[in-house]
């Protein structure tokens, strides 16, 4: 089954400075009401500013849905791990408005991610899904070409209970 993008079709960009506000408060629903995130504490408005110059001087894609110049929803890809000799590896976040949700914006931004972080000269991007029984997120990245890797068991604790992680992976570069 297909879904159809409903209302308004999306303007995916950069995000800038002036996104980050909302964007601070996309995250600081999830972080605070779901499990979706492994972050227990909201990135303050000064940490998304530093964690986008940070991407764009490494070149890295930072997107959001622009829907009539509201920011519904934001993705970006962010080093792996920290060691140098993962610098062609990337892991993408995507998050999306509750309100905004089932409107196919998930699809709108990692459409336009993989690109720019092939673009950017990166090799691999990896997803790292908080398994909560909702396959939305794996079947999203399944569309765009990602194949499971890997399940970490009970890895993350948050709001009383165990989460398991789904690794899923694709290649950026021949």
Do not use: C
Not at 4 to 22: F, H, N, Q, S, V
Not at 27 to 37: E, L, M, R
Not at 55 to 70: H, I, K, Q, W, Y
Not at 114 to 126: F, T
């Amino acid at each position: 089954m297909r879904l159809a993008m409903a209302g308004p079709r999306p303007t995916i960009r950069a995000a800038t400075p002036e996104d980050l506000k909302t964007v601070a408060e996309i995250n600081a629903h999830y972080v605070t009401n779901s499990v979706a995130t492994f972050d227990e504490t909201p990135r303050t408005l000064d940490g998304w500013r530093r964690w986008l110059e940070e991407l764009t001087e490494r070149g890295l894609p930072f997107l959001v849905a622009d829907l009539s110049g509201e920011v519904a929803g934001y993705a970006y890809a962010g080093p792996w791990r920290p060691k140098p000799a993962y610098r062609h590896t990337v892991e993408d976040t995507i998050y999306i408005a509750p309100g905004h949700l089932g409107r196919g914006l998930g699809k709108a931004l990692l459409g336009p991610l993989v690109a720019e972080s092939a673009q950017a000269g990166m090799h691999r991007m990896i997803a790292v899904i908080a398994d909560t029984g909702d396959g939305a997120s794996a079947a999203l990245h399944h569309r765009f070409g990602f194949t499971e890797a890997g399940r970490l068991t009970d890895v993350g604790y948050k709001h009383g209970r165990w989460i398991d992680t789904l690794l899923m992976q694709r290649p950026l570069t021949g």
